[in-house]
T-cell receptor, first 114, second 111 residues
Framework: SAVISQKPSRDICQRGTSLTIQCQVD?????MFWYRQQPGQSLTLIAT?????????ESGFVIDKFPISRPNLTFSTLTVSNMSPEDSSIYLC???????????FGPGTRLTVT | AQSVTQLDSHVSVSEGTPVLLRCNYS??????LFWYVQHPNKGLQLLLK??????LVKGINGFEAEFKKSETSFHLTKPSAHMSDAAEYFC?????????FGSGTKLNVKP
């Protein structure tokens, strides 16, 4: 299994600013992902965070808006840049861990942009 | 393209009656399929998963799901609903190590 922590748990930010969200895993994992869950919506995959190389972004998401770092196998950051109210969401980090190919989720970061 | 469709956005049942949450998938490959539950203001919890072993999968809290390739379905069932089952349920398809979520089904359980 994997235990994931995220910081901050929530934040209220002004439009035009940026917020960096941290994700820490209690074990080394190869696969790490970032998701967004907009109010009342399902989860949408933003990108796969690759250790030692650039993240792989899904359609509709770009590096300039959501830069991701993955300096090692237990840590990643997601930055939400130049925020607008439409970025108000819960952002979740997840990993695949264990021999059973299970996906584990962090508790999420609730972001409100005013 | 790979996708998953949850056919009902809301399902309401009475406590003690059966639960059926429907999910259909589209995949060019043999998929891995999952059901997750999200209680209000809580994190996501894995209920069960199908990864090409037995087609009838048993999960936690009395839930189970059956993989039917001919119908491209992976419906979630429970024989008897409990009040604590009220939550949102997500069907998830996985391929190439990526996980794609359905739109979710909110389950309401009436006393």
């Amino acid at each position: 299994s994997a235990v994931i922590s995220q910081k901050p748990s929530r934040d209220i930010c002004q439009r035009g600013t940026s917020l960096t969200i941290q994700c820490q895993v209690d074990s080394q994992v190869t696969m790490m992902f970032w998701y967004r869950q907009q109010p009342g919506q399902s989860l949408t995959l933003i990108a796969t965070a690759n250790q030692g190389s650039e993240a792989t972004y899904e359609s509709g998401f770009v590096i300039d808006k959501f830069p991701i770092s993955r300096p090692n196998l237990t840590f990643s950051t997601l930055t939400v840049s130049n925020m607008s109210p439409e970025d108000s969401s819960i952002y979740l980090c997840s990993v695949i861990a264990g021999g059973d190919y299970e996906q584990y989720f962090g508790p999420g970061t609730r972001l409100t942009v005013t | 393209a790979q996708s998953v469709t949850q056919l009902d956005s809301h399902v309401s049942v009475s406590e003690g009656t059966p639960v059926l949450l429907r999910c259909n998938y589209s995949s060019s490959y043999s998929p891995s399929l999952f059901w997750y539950v999200q209680h209000p203001n809580k994190g996501l919890q894995l209920l069960l998963k199908y990864t090409s072993a037995a087609t009838l999968v048993k999960g936690i809290n009395g839930f189970e799901a059956e993989f039917k390739k001919s119908e491209t379905s992976f419906h979630l069932t429970k024989p008897s609903a409990h009040m604590s089952d009220a939550a949102e349920y997500f069907c998830v398809v996985s391929y190439f190590n990526k996980f794609y979520f359905g739109s979710g089904t909110k389950l309401n359980v009436k006393p």
